[in-house]
């Protein structure tokens, strides 16, 4: 039989495992939320969880964990939970889509400064081969933007 002592120590012991295996919860209506992010933020996170996983992207679960995302259970793809911002692992590679209501030029600058920036801040280098596409958003105001990295 464990003394009290022991049995409080393995006890933190596994709660303290617990809580480096977090997962991001997973709804089967998952949707982003509203609010517009700075491009910058967009382009920290698609550093954080797309290039610091590449190229195999196996551990984006880890690099998205913690973070204010929902998993739709369907499609795969990560909602922020207040922006509108999501996040998609597939056959393709890891991308990343926000809107913007700032010209097409000021966002593409700004997230290219949030990849720039959190690129150094990660140690991890820049791809060559990153696209970035724009299309209008149905509501009128603004774009979506899409950035990514395919898979070698």
């Known amino acids: 039989m464990l003394n009290p002592r022991c049995t409080v120590i393995l006890f933190s012991l596994v709660l303290a495992g617990c809580a ?29 969880i797309c290039l610091t996983t590449a190229p195999s992207f196996e551990k984006v679960q880890q690099a998205i964990a913690g973070e204010p995302f929902v998993q739709d259970q369907k499609t795969g793809t990560y909602f922020h939970k207040f922006a509108d911002l999501s996040i998609k692992v597939s056959d393709y590679g890891c991308s990343l889509v926000f809107k913007s209501e700032l010209s097409i030029d000021e966002t593409v600058s700004e997230l290219a400064t949030g990849v720039t920036k959190n690129a150094a ?32």
């Open 121 to 152: 801040n990660w140690g991890v280098d820049i791809p060559p081969n990153i696209d970035v596409t724009s299309d209008a958003s149905p509501d009128g105001r603004g774009r979506y933007f899409r950035i990514g990295v395919p898979r070698p």
């Open 20 to 48: 480096e295996g977090q997962w991001t919860p997973q709804s089967p209506n998952a949707r982003p939320g509203s609010d517009l992010l700075p491009p910058s933020f967009a382009g920290n996170f698609f550093t954080e």
